[in-house]
């Protein structure tokens, strides 16, 4: 499907206190306010405990950007007792999009296929668009997503997350020609691993490439400010 916009998905991860995060956000959205363009999405994925408070001040923003909110995960069970867990269903009301099968979370938490497709499934079930990240073509090959509803695909390498050296344009661009087949009616295809100010520009200019995911750079509001307006 044609995409017109470019998409900025914002990932705090285990970073920011509560008044540190609301503080920034609520700065963040008076920059963009004097923002003309509209050609872009912003995605912001900060921890569970922010997403109600910034929910409350989205309904204050009059931005031309479209600002929405994603978790930074999501369980992999619909309900129950699974202590410190969040469901799809609890994130519904709060959430259009959700990070699943972070490279992180595959190499801490173990994260297998099984699981991965197991989040995808109760997060369209209710409305939440996945942002399903993969490294490897083979991780591409085990999704089961709904093609019918809306997702997004990410490639991120592991070895550039948070390392300071983001993977060449060439190479992202050929993953996405590698994986092609499976992108039938995705949302978008995006990159994630050390995107800053600095190279957000030759992401963008690609025209296999439809946003980025952003990490450290994510964390200085000077510096993401100039990542999203970057023309």
């Known amino acids: 499907m044609p995409i017109s916009n470019k998409f900025f998905i914002i990932n705090w991860k285990e970073n920011k206190t509560y008044e540190e995060g609301l503080s920034f956000f609520c700065e963040f959205l008076k920059l963009l306010n004097e923002v003309p363009f509209t050609d872009r999405e912003i995605i912001f994925c900060p921890s569970y405990p922010f997403l109600v408070p910034f929910k409350k001040e989205l309904s204050l923003y009059k931005g031309n950007i479209p600002v929405r909110l994603g978790s930074q995960d999501v369980s992999r069970f619909e309900q129950g007792s699974h202590t410190g867990e969040v469901s799809a269903r609890l994130l519904k009301d709060l959430v259009d999009f959700a990070i699943i099968g972070h490279s992180e979370r595959r190499k801490y938490f173990s994260e297998t296929d099984e699981k991965i497709n197991a989040k995808i499934h109760y997060c369209q079930a209710v409305g939440i ?36 050296h983001p993977e060449s344009v060439k190479v992202v661009e050929d993953f996405r020609n590698s994986v092609g087949s499976a992108l039938a009616n995705c ?12 190279n957000i520009k030759s992401f963008l200019d690609s025209t296999s490439v439809n946003g980025v995911l952003i990490g450290t750079a994510s964390l200085k509001l000077e510096n993401l400010f100039k990542i999203v307006v970057v023309i």
Not at 134 to 154: C, G
Not at 187 to 198: M, N, Q
Request: aromatic share 8%; net charge negative; with cysteine.
């Open 129 to 164: 668009a996945p942002i399903v990240c993969v490294s490897r073509e083979k991780e591409v090959a085990a999704l089961t997503v709904d093609i019918s509803k809306r997702y997004l695909l990410a490639f991120e390498p592991p070895n550039s997350i948070g390392s300071g």
């Open 187 to 198: 949302a978008g295809f995006l990159y994630g691993g050390s995107v800053d100010e600095h």
